[in-house]
C-alpha cells in the first residue's frame, strides 16, 4: 500500500473513531423461531421447514423512526443493521433472489426505511452483509464447518457453482452501495478456514466498493491482517473483536495505532431470543465503553428485534439509562482516545489533546492520587456539571512530591456507574 492511501484511509477513519459509540441491529426470519440468529445451524433446519417463517414474516410494529431515536437517545452516533444475514433472507429488496422482505407478507423494502430513519436523526448508516449463504444452492454444504446441511448425506455429491454464487453476492454488494444513496460502513460477516480472502474474490469486491463508495469504512473479516506493515488491500479499515475487550491498544507491526471496534451483545444472542433474560447492566456497559475509548477503540451495541419488528423493553431501559450517563459525561468519550498516562489503579484516563479525563470506577481510602502529574495539572472539574474539585497534597504524602492528589468530600462517588473528572493540563 502506498502512503498517499495510507493517508487516504487514516483520514476517513477519523469520523469513525471519533464517534466511538454505535449500534448493532441483527434481525430477521430467525425472530420468529426466537432462538437466536444460529438456530438453522444449531438446530440442521433444511430450507424447507425454516420456509415457514418465510410466509409468517410481518413485522407489523417495524418502526426505524423509533430505533433511530433510541439510538440517538442512547448517545449513538451510527448504526449497522443485518441486511443479509448467514440464512440468505434478504431484508432488501434485490433483484438477484425471491428470498426478501417484499415478497413476504412486509411488502416492503425494510433496509430502505432503516436508511431514511437514521439519516433523520443524523446517524452514520452502515449495512452488514454476511459472506455466508445457507439458501443460495452454490454455497458449499456438505462438510463446512458452519452449514445446516455439513453432516446430511443427501449434499456429499451435490454439484455446485461456487463462481456463481461468488458474483450473486457481489452483485448484492453493488445493489447496497448504490441503491440508498451514502452509506458510511459496510461490515462483511465473516471469513474462515479457506473461505478466506481470494476466495471471496476479495481484491475485486473492495475496490468495486470504493469505487461506489469512495468515502466507506470497511471492516477486517474478507480476510487479510490489518497488523501488518502493508496489509491486505482487503484487509479493511479497522479490526472487530467480538464479545472481548482487547486488553491493550490494538497497534500494527511497526507499533502504530489502528482502529478497532469491539462488538458486543446486550444478552448473549445478537438475534431476538425470547428465553434470553441474561442482560447486562447500563453500569456493565458504560464502562465496557469507557474501556474501549481508553484503548482506542469504539463500541458496537446490538439489539435484537423480535419479529414483530419491536427491540425489547429491557434493551430500550438499559440504552436509555446509557444514554443519560452520555448526555452527562459525552466529552470524554466522542472524540477522546488512549491517554499517555498508564491505566489507574482506580479506573481509566481518555483524552483529547489538553483535556485528560479521569474515569473514576472505584473510591478506595483518601484522595485520588495522579500519578506523575503534579505539575501538570491546570484544573480539575467534575464533567457532569462543572463543578470544582480540589487538588491538594495531604500532609502524609511527603514521598510522593510528583503525584496530584483529588479530593472528594464524601466516602463515595457522585456517579457509582462512572464519576468523570475533567483534568485540563498545563
Known sequence: MDNYNLEN???????????RFGMFIHWGLYSIPARGEWVRSNERITIDDYEKFFYEFNPVNYNPRKWAKLAKEAGMKYAVMTTKHHDGFCLFDSKYTDYKATNTLAKRDLIKEYVEAFRQEGLAVGFYYSLLDWHHEDFPAYKDRHHPMRNNEDFKNKKIDFNRYIKYFHNQVEELLTNYGKIDIIWFDFSYDD???????ASKLIKRVKELQPHIIINNRLGGNLKKNIPEDYAGDFTTPEQIVPP????????DLIPWEACVTLNDHWG?????????????????????????GNLILNVGPNAKG????????????????IKQNGQSIYGCTNSINAKPEWGRYTQNDCYLYAHVLQRGVGPINLRGLAENIKRARLLCDGSEISIETP???EDYKEDAFLNFKSASLPDENDTVILLELK
Not at 473461505?195 to 474474490?201: A, D, N, P, R, V
Open 310 to 325: 419491536e427491540i425489547p423493553q429491557e434493551s430500550i431501559d438499559i440504552l436509555k439509562k446509557v444514554g443519560h450517563w
Open 195 to 201: 473461505m478466506t480472502g481470494e476466495k471471496w474474490e
Open 272 to 296: 431476538y431470543c425470547s428465553q434470553d433474560k441474561n442482560y447486562k447492566s447500563s453500569k456493565e456497559i458504560i464502562r465496557a465503553l469507557v474501556e474501549c475509548v481508553s484503548k482506542n
Open 248 to 255: 491493550e491498544a490494538l497497534v500494527n507491526e511497526k507499533g
Open 395 to 397: 500532609w502524609n504524602a
Open 9 to 19: 484511509r487514516n483520514g476517513k477513519v477519523k469520523a469513525f473513531t471519533d464517534a
